[in-house]
Structure formats: C-alpha cells, structure tokens
C-alpha cells in the first residue's frame, strides 16, 4: 500500500477509535446521547472507507468484495441510527447497546477476516 492509502487507513482507524470512544465514555452514565465525537468518528470512518475502496480498486492492492461490502453495510446502518438520533437529547439504552455492538463487530471483522494464522 503506498503513502496515501496508508494515510487514508490511519484516518478509517481513527474514525472508528472516535466512534467507540465516544460510545464507551458514556457506558457508565444513566443516560446516553449521540455526541460529536460519535457523529465525526462515524462520518471520518465511512467516507475513509469509501475513499480506501477506491484507491485498492484504482490499482494499490487487493480487494476483499465481501469483507468490504459487509463492513459497508455495517457502517452505513451505523451513519444513519447515529443522524437519526443526532437532535435527540438522550437515547435508549438497546440503542446504545446496538451501536457498540455494530462498531466492536465492525473492528473484529477488519482484524480477523482474512487475517493470515500463526501470530
């Protein structure tokens, strides 16, 4: 991968280390809300991906169609509960729930689909 693509992979990373982040800071408390950490760190992840698709389909490496197409899915479902509930001044908690388990999911998927063995 070269220099760009890296740059664009640190951007997804951090995208989702902001989203969950910003999702576990609130564990603890007794009522969540979407915060601007959750709404950037959702957004920078999704268009960092799209964006990472595009430079490994121009040529920069190999592309895993089905890994890409679930993690989109999963990102996408996580952009729009996260802009329907942006306004609202507090969530439920199966929400809440529901997005941490999509975003851990979505990081599992990244590090183990198509991970080589022997580490």
Same mark, same amino acid.
């Given at each position: 991968? /070269?220099?760009?693509? *890296?740059?664009?992979?640190?951007?997804?990373?951090?995208?989702?280390?902001? *989203?969950? $982040? $910003? *999702?576990?800071?609130?564990?603890?408390?007794?009522?969540?809300?979407?915060?601007?950490?959750?709404?950037?760190?959702?957004?920078?992840?999704?268009?960092?991906?799209? +964006?990472?698709? $595009?430079? #490994?389909?121009?040529?920069?490496?190999?592309?895993?169609?089905?890994?890409?197409?679930?993690?989109? +899915?999963?990102?996408?479902? #996580?952009?729009?509960? +996260?802009?329907?509930?942006? &306004?609202?001044? &507090?969530?439920?908690?199966? *929400?809440?729930?529901? #997005?941490?388990?999509?975003? +851990?999911? /979505?990081?599992?998927?990244?590090?183990?689909?198509?991970?080589?063995? $022997?580490?």
């Amino acid at each position: 991968m /070269n220099t760009l693509g *890296l740059i664009v992979l640190v951007i997804h990373i951090l995208g989702f280390a902001a *989203l969950l $982040g $910003g *999702l576990l800071a609130q564990a603890r408390e007794p009522e969540k809300k979407i915060t601007g950490v959750i709404r950037d760190g959702v957004g920078t992840a999704f268009v960092a991906g799209i +964006v990472l698709v $595009g430079l #490994l389909e121009a040529g920069d490496g190999p592309v895993a169609h089905d890994k890409i197409g679930v993690k989109f +899915v999963i990102t996408l479902i #996580l952009l729009v509960l +996260v802009m329907m509930n942006l &306004r609202k001044p &507090r969530i439920p908690n199966g *929400l809440y729930w529901a #997005l941490t388990g999509m975003t +851990v999911l /979505n990081i599992v998927l990244a590090i183990f689909w198509n991970a080589k063995h $022997g580490y």
